[in-house]
Nanobody, 122 residues
Framework: VQLQASGGGLVQPGGSLRLSCAASGLTLERYGIGWFRQAPGKEREGISFSRTSDGSPYYAPSVKGRFTISRDNAKNTVYLQMTSVKPEDTAVYYC????????????????WGKGTLVTVSS
């Protein structure tokens, strides 16, 4: 089982970036998916998740209205569309999969990707 986050890079403030989380060895459609991030010198935090039980995703206040989580079941991939990015969005971003119930608590997840670095700077 492997989750691979990708799509990170350098982006200017106000710009956009789309992160991908591709899975092998498990069917993401059957799992709740979460996106976490860890900024330099800070603890890892959950910023968004998508459960399988309902269609209402969660967003942390710091990213709500700017980030969007989505799934492409045909590609077995989950995305995090980031818009209007800010310097404080600079972090390593991780995707994680869990079942049956997931939220922003790391222990609720069974599988983790290695992370992708997003740097927001002019």
């Amino acid at each position: 089982v492997q989750l691979q986050a990708s799509g990170g890079g350098l982006v200017q403030p106000g710009g956009s970036l789309r992160l991908s989380c591709a899975a092998s060895g498990l069917t993401l459609e059957r799992y709740g998916i979460g996106w976490f991030r860890q900024a330099p010198g800070k603890e890892r935090e959950g910023i968004s998740f998508s459960r399988t039980s309902d269609g209402s995703p969660y967003y942390a206040p710091s990213v709500k209205g700017r980030f969007t989580i989505s799934r492409d079941n045909a590609k077995n991939t989950v995305y995090l569309q980031m818009t209007s990015v800010k310097p404080e969005d600079t972090a390593v971003y991780y995707c994680a999969a869990g079942w049956p119930t997931i939220g922003t608590i790391e222990s609720e997840y069974d599988y983790w990707g290695k992370g992708t670095l997003v740097t927001v700077s002019s």
